[in-house]
């Protein structure tokens, strides 16, 4: 695999760099410690410019190329926060902080982006902008919304802009991408059955809200099974019900639901939030409840731009020479505000065959450091390349 050699020179950096953010693990936008290291090392490199505070604990840096005669900007993103997961690894750099743990890569993914910044400020080898950003609250936050909200694109003039992720199951040194669709809309949905108390032998004197509670989860279904069209992907989980009883044989007044819906398209997302309202609240007036519903739309669908995905792909293809196209997956990602921003693409790396994403017994691979931070880099200098 045709990595650089300096990234190679630099691997055990990287992993000691990546090994030191597993271990300190911060979440949303409390990621002070992590955006403190990104900030040093960013200024050990000799960035033009450090600039910090964007969503409260993101962190830019801005390296000009040997020439900006182009005026070409290319952001680059990472995200550095964690999970609040108890890690199971049981590795040597294993989380120091209870609750929190690194299990979807965003250590990998910014110890990589360390590693393409100190290259590119040591080389300059491109013709105009090489932007680095380092995002909080990937992971439930809407981080990336908050920096585009707070003027990112316009503060540093960027142009396209480029993201990736690992993926466990891809080989290590093997790329992954599709245009168009490739992340879900992520929404939340909290419904409230409201129903009248009563004594768990005398059902008759009640109006039981987990009857209707339950008879609400299973409708629900039926909007994808019989309101939404079969070619478009659409899923509605109810992941979270909680009575307001506390006893074996209370009746109680209310249940509360919470789940998630996915959808790839505007038109089923709209259909889903209608859909879900008039479902809940009939299926429950139906059993002599109440349903009140509140639909948050989150993130939205992450597009990859046609043009900028075949820049991706042959940024990877010169780094490892194989880049597969890849499925949609009904997961979301936050990156896709900035794709909503400017032109860009969300490319995957292998992660090799590691435990999944969000499981307490995942573990970034080190040895797909040189092939992610050797495609950002490829990234950079492709699309700003030096004349002659």
Same mark, same amino acid.
């Given at each position: 695999?045709?990595?650089?050699?300096?990234?190679?020179?630099?691997?055990?950096?990287?992993?000691?760099?990546?090994?030191?953010?597993?271990?300190?693990?911060?979440?949303?936008?409390?990621?002070?410690?992590?955006?403190?290291?990104?900030?040093?090392?960013?200024?050990?490199?000799?960035?033009?410019?450090? #600039?910090?505070?964007?969503?409260?604990?993101? #962190?830019?840096?801005?390296?000009?190329?040997?020439?900006?005669?182009?005026?070409?900007?290319?952001?680059?993103?990472?995200?550095?926060?964690?999970?609040?997961?108890?890690?199971?690894?049981? #590795?040597?750099?294993?989380?120091?902080?209870?609750?929190?743990?690194?299990?979807?890569?965003?250590?990998?993914?910014?110890?990589?982006?360390?590693?393409?910044?100190?290259?590119?400020?040591?080389?300059?080898?491109?013709?105009?902008?090489?932007?680095?950003?380092?995002?909080?609250?990937?992971?439930?936050?809407?981080?990336?919304?908050?920096?585009?909200?707070?003027?990112?694109?316009?503060?540093?003039?960027?142009?396209?802009?480029?993201?990736?992720?690992?993926?466990?199951?891809?080989?290590?040194?093997?790329?992954?991408?599709?245009?168009?669709?490739?992340?879900?809309?992520?929404?939340?949905?909290?419904?409230?059955?409201?129903?009248?108390?009563?004594?768990?032998?005398?059902?008759?004197?009640?109006?039981?809200?987990?009857?209707?509670?339950?008879?609400?989860?299973?409708?629900?279904?039926?909007?994808?099974?019989?309101?939404?069209?079969?070619?478009?992907?659409?899923?509605?989980?109810?992941?979270?019900?909680?009575?307001?009883?506390?006893?074996?044989?209370?009746?109680?007044?209310? !249940?509360?639901?919470?789940?998630? !819906?996915?959808?790839?398209?505007?038109?089923?997302?709209?259909?889903?939030?209608?859909?879900?309202?008039?479902?809940?609240?009939?299926?429950?007036?139906?059993?002599?409840?109440?349903?009140?519903?509140?639909?948050?739309?989150?993130?939205?669908?992450?597009?990859?731009?046609?043009?900028?995905?075949?820049?991706?792909?042959?940024?990877?293809?010169?780094?490892?020479?194989?880049?597969?196209?890849?499925?949609?997956?009904?997961?979301?990602?936050?990156?896709?505000?900035?794709?909503?921003?400017?032109?860009?693409?969300?490319?995957?790396?292998?992660?090799?065959?590691?435990?999944?994403?969000?499981?307490?017994?995942?573990?970034?691979?080190?040895?797909?450091?040189?092939?992610?931070?050797?495609?950002?880099?490829?990234?950079?200098?492709?699309?700003?390349?030096?004349?002659?």
């Amino acid at each position: 695999m045709p990595i650089r050699n300096r990234l190679g020179e630099m691997h055990a950096d990287i992993a000691g760099w990546r090994r030191h953010l597993h271990a300190n693990p911060e979440l949303l936008f409390d990621t002070h410690d992590t955006a403190a290291f990104v900030t040093a090392r960013l200024k050990e490199f000799g960035c033009d410019e450090v #600039v910090t505070g964007i969503a409260r604990t993101g #962190v830019v840096g801005v390296i000009r190329g040997r020439d900006t005669g182009s005026g070409r900007v290319t952001g680059l993103r990472a995200d550095m926060d964690a999970l609040p997961i108890d890690e199971a690894t049981g #590795v040597p750099h294993a989380s120091q902080n209870p609750g929190k743990m690194h299990a979807c890569g965003h250590d990998g993914h910014t110890a990589m982006l360390l590693g393409a910044a100190r290259y590119l400020a040591e080389t300059r080898n491109f013709d105009g902008t090489a932007v680095v950003i380092f995002q909080p609250a990937e992971e439930g936050g809407g981080g990336g919304g908050v920096m585009v909200d707070e003027g990112l694109m316009d503060r540093f003039a960027i142009d396209e802009v480029y993201g990736m992720h690992n993926w466990p199951g891809l080989p290590v040194g093997q790329f992954a991408i599709r245009e168009g669709e490739q992340f879900a809309a992520s929404d939340t949905i909290e419904i409230t059955i409201s129903g009248q108390g009563g004594h768990g032998a005398m059902p008759d004197l009640a109006v039981d809200p987990v009857v209707a509670a339950a008879h609400v989860v299973t409708a629900l279904q039926t909007i994808v099974s019989r309101n939404s069209t079969p070619v478009k992907p659409l899923v509605i989980s109810v992941c979270r019900i909680e009575s307001s009883g506390h006893a074996f044989n209370v009746i109680p007044a209310s !249940v509360r639901m919470a789940g998630t !819906v996915r959808t790839m398209d505007d038109a089923t997302r709209d259909l889903a939030e209608q859909r879900i309202a008039a479902v809940a609240e009939h299926t429950a007036h139906a059993l002599g409840a109440r349903a009140e519903v509140h639909y948050q739309r989150r993130y939205p669908a992450l597009v990859n731009h046609p043009e900028q995905t075949g820049f991706a792909i042959d940024a990877a293809r010169a780094v490892s020479g194989g880049c597969s196209e890849a499925a949609k997956v009904m997961g979301g990602e936050d990156f896709a505000f900035m794709l909503l921003a400017r032109p860009g693409a969300y490319i995957l790396t292998g992660n090799g065959d590691s435990a999944a994403l969000h499981n307490a017994g995942y573990d970034f691979n080190d040895e797909a450091i040189s092939a992610g931070a050797s495609w950002w880099v490829e990234m950079a200098e492709r699309r700003m390349p030096l004349a002659g």
